[in-house]
């Protein structure tokens, strides 16, 4: 089984063709940008990649087409998004069959679930597919922070192999870095603006939405932090921080999701990645100023 | 098109074997047991029938089940729950196919959403299939209170024809029966401890979970209230808050949902309507002491 | 000891000068017009008084000048809001040397305080000052929602004469009034969209801000409640909720205590109680073109 | 006027007697023990300091006396904390009487207040008295987030000195930081568990709670920052967040605070600085497990 060992690994931005159809030669496009720039490893089907908004088959294939373009060069992670136990488990097996190296889950939504029953919803799933699960934990999504007590349980008895964090929580992930062997559970920061932190404090990995439209910045930085050169880490983040401003672009008419979204694709028309920047219903598109916007920040930025 | 025209809607359990498969013949019974006790239409796949537990194929499995029994007697309405709009237009569309004669949809949740993105949501919807449209307002599970000026935005232009309203906010659903048209909009209230007031500030209808257990003292309740005899309400509203505490048998040892469907479940078991108690993973089962608890419950009602 | 025995006890507002200092004939003028209006008590700084922002001497005079007005024709309540237990006892001891019948205090606030600490938080307030204590239960403004156990707790002991309900969860206070023998704990309704509700469940009083403009109409709620004409009830309802989206004249330029606390006073001026609407810092006060939507509001309700 | 410039200034714990009275002898050490400690200020009636307990004459009285320890050789800065405006403006000069070099004030709290008017809050309070005006972001205990852009426009015009960030928020902080010229206004990192990731991004002080109990732990992250070498202050941060973890010893039978603080104070026992560990009602005191866990604490820390 792949081994996940940190590193950067964006969450793959889905293209999608006017119609809303999923834009395979741009999502390949994207794919080899993306390795060819460095990355670790691509995490397909996350909230970047619009997975809460894909029917089914679009989510897998999406997940084919990286796991194609990838072929074994860097691991292919795939979000496996949905309310609860049985239906998360459905997508492991899609996701396995697809082609998932590995396979990240939140835990349930939508359904009030006490957080006794989150090992069970993990372990449920770890042994229905035989992948490495990561624990991805959203609160802002989800509406619950995922206990250091039990990402610190299912380190232990091997149910998780590694965390993504995008809870904003810095306290709570040095709190779980404490209290697991690295070997045993790798961690990632989701934080586009806090990565440097996120590595000072000990996290093996960065999972950046904006890593789609700049993946040598945050390799810069990952790099930068691994040698423990701290003042170009934070001289990096802080060219991150101004580019990452991009995602308000379409505030307030719009959701954060619209905004952001739009602007990373629209990013990647910029840089000549993908053909166009269509987002999935019922997310408002950005408008010729916004667009425009969202063009100035990546001159800014050194992009285009 | 079939019309909505209020009453006692409850939201239908989904039995399942020990296997934590449907279990037909059981649910076959439930329908029967709810339409023969005068209910006015039957609701699938709802958050009391565990829908964000269920995959596709046994959603859809008890939908056509319950449909069947229905046999055109009683509208039945379908529950189709998912994170934003494509996936919810599968699920119409399955919906559809499977004999349902309205569809019930909530605001997007996981994928942050802003208000200005709901009439988009519910047009699209209602666009791509044609069925009678229930927008279902559940804050606790979705995270935003579907606002009055959407509601009565989509209740005016056809968008929607009712609201499920399980938000306990019964200022605002005063407000939406206020400002709407009832012949263009049918209210629910959701509610199994308040639905005399509800029904008190002229909602239409209720969908109580604990109806599946006591569907004729809702109908009591409501047919009371439909002929103003409120102290006769009241005093039936009064004896189902006594029996509705048996969701809390399994506090505080596991969620909310853990702990009322399986007392439903367990209370259906009792009631001799079904032939099991098992709810759907993660959910912690309930124990000897806390079935015995249920049991007490409904002698305590008259249910047994 | 005077006892608490329901009725319509309005928040009363606070008048001040365009210098923001006690406009105490103004005062008494209101204080007067609302005994006359048939009031069954007045409540002196509580939220609608501006207690939040007036500092000790002005609550204390303002206490006096109601105390002084009423004379024991009606008890006079005193809200004595303070963060937590000693400074709420110094307010305590302060409002009963300035002619309080009864005081109403709040959970600890700022400072995070467990459930467990509620009891003792009361039981020292009342150890402290023999007057009867009602509970205020506000978590908009608090943070915490007052738990049943503890108000059922404290009115077996002695500890409450009453409890003061502005949470809006009706399904909360119905369990109080169950729990509860109304020999011991009275129960107010702090919502004026919702008033007749309160009253329906069970409530014994209310305690409406909005009953500072309209004093009648709450008088004629309150009584056809009383006598179970509830559709008397219900339309004056209505008509007090068309009057009360005055407080919506200062969206969204400002906060909801400036909107709201602004149009109040403003009709008072319209109705010849008060002489002027100034209100306390940071308060955003209402322009020309929202007073005078706050006195279209009164001439469509027929108090001008 | 004394200038804020940084470095660790603990918010001073308030030493009781068993009849809850301040304990002068216990609060003229505990100053002197962190003056001599090389704290380079003090913060007096902070939330540590139980401020929202101690009613006004026992606020003024710890004021004067850690003023009269000081004797300008460190700042003392004073919390002015209450509901809003004018309350704080009381409080203010009350503060200034008694000997503060400098305030810090929330923005408005159980009033529901509008961001738009936060500027007006502070521009007043600046107005009513001379003495440097911090802004406390606290939103745990006052339920809003200090917004950005308004930090930004007071510190432009003069209005803020310095900014405590007690909000956890460290991208907020971050940009700030950013938007800001430290030389007109100071940021203060509230945190003890991430003091070191606060400095690393530009924070120019700490107000850590625990710095009564082990200042000298905290100066040297401080000063290890301040030299740029990150693993002596990380290396340090990682044996003071051991140590933080002794105010979960109550947990979970009372509140954070009892917990938090009765810790604080049985750890100043522990190492003789302060006769007694008393804390104000209604926190729960520790008991003799608690309280010997505490100790341990301190042992593994090496502080006794």
Redesign the interface.
């Given at each position: 089984m792949i081994q996940l060992d940190g590193g950067v690994v964006p969450p793959v931005c889905t293209p999608l063709t006017p119609e809303?159809e999923l834009d395979v030669p741009s999502l390949e496009r994207l794919a080899a940008f993306l390795i060819e720039a460095g990355m670790h490893g691509l995490f397909v089907t996350g909230?970047t990649g619009?997975v809460?908004?894909?029917?089914?088959e679009?989510r897998y294939r999406a997940l084919e087409v990286v796991a194609g373009v990838a072929a074994g060069q860097v691991p292919v992670l795939a979000g496996i998004?949905d309310?609860?136990?049985?239906?998360v488990i459905?997508h492991a097996r899609a996701a396995k069959a697809s082609g998932a190296d590995a396979l990240v889950a939140t835990v349930?939504?939508?359904?009030?679930?006490?957080p006794?029953?989150?090992p069970?919803?993990f372990r449920?799933i770890r042994a229905a597919v035989d992948l490495p699960l990561v624990a991805y934990d959203i609160p802002?999504?989800?509406?619950t922070k995922l206990p250091t007590d039990v990402v610190v349980e299912l380190a232990e008895d091997g149910t998780l192999a590694a965390l993504k964090d995008s809870s904003?929580?810095?306290?709570g992930l040095?709190a779980v870095l404490?209290r697991t062997d690295p070997s045993r559970l790798r961690c990632y920061s989701g934080?586009e603006?806090?990565a440097?932190?996120g590595l000072?404090?000990g996290a093996h990995g960065l999972v950046p939405g904006i890593g789609n439209v700049d993946p040598h910045g945050y390799l810069r930085l990952y790099e930068a932090a691994r040698r423990?050169d701290?003042?170009t880490a934070?001289t990096e983040q802080?060219r991150l921080?101004r580019l990452f401003r991009l995602i308000h672009v379409g505030d307030p008419?719009?959701?954060?999701?619209?905004s952001a979204i739009g602007a990373f694709k629209e990013g990647l028309v910029a840089r000549g990645v993908i053909a166009g920047a269509t987002t999935?219903?019922?997310?408002?598109p950005l408008n010729d100023t916004e667009r425009a916007a969202v063009r100035q920040h990546l001159e800014d930025a050194g992009l285009l």
């Open positions: 809303r909230s619009e809460a908004y894909l029917p089914d679009v998004i309310t609860t136990t049985p239906r459905e349930p939504f939508f359904a009030p679930t006490h006794a029953e989150f069970g919803h449920a802002s999504s989800v509406g904003g929580d810095l306290d040095r404490e934080s603006t806090l440097d932190l000072f404090i423990a701290w003042d934070r802080a921080r008419r719009m959701g954060r999701y619209s999935s219903e019922p997310m408002i």
